[in-house]
Nanobody, 122 residues
Framework: DVQLVESGGGSVQAGGSLRLSCAASGYTFRSYCMGWFRQAPGKEREGVAVIVRDGSATYGDSVKGRFTISQDNAKNTLYLQMNSQKPGDSAMYYC?????????????????WGQGTQVTVS
């Protein structure tokens, strides 16, 4: 079974940084598309960043230049480095994986999800 476990969330002041981690198991880590999504109360889940097997990444407009997605294939772990954080970045952050071809940026196209980790920026 595919399992995704996020960690690294917490509270940070505006302008600060956090790094989220997602430990993956149950499939060949580097074979597919993975992504970070976030959801604030009362809002739809939105794509933050996705990364494909060759390492190329796509970012949401609101985080370009501030967030970086990366993967450590040896550790089967996905990361999200978040810098210059803003109060609008406050949300539950989720790791997701897609086992089919393609690497879209919509949450509905990702069938496997972690439990989420909360990020609060004040």
């Amino acid at each position: 079974d595919v399992q995704l476990v996020e960690s690294g969330g917490g509270s940070v002041q505006a302008g600060g940084s956090l790094r989220l981690s997602c430990a993956a198991s149950g499939y060949t880590f580097r074979s597919y598309c993975m992504g970070w999504f976030r959801q604030a109360p009362g809002k739809e889940r939105e794509g933050v960043a996705v990364i494909v097997r060759d390492g190329s990444a796509t970012y949401g407009d609101s985080v370009k230049g501030r967030f970086t997605i990366s993967q450590d294939n040896a550790k089967n772990t996905l990361y999200l480095q978040m810098n210059s954080q803003k109060p609008g970045d406050s949300a539950m952050y989720y790791c997701a994986v897609r086992l089919n071809s393609g690497c879209p940026t919509l949450a509905k196209d990702f069938p496997f999800w972690g439990q989420g980790t909360q990020v609060t920026v004040s």
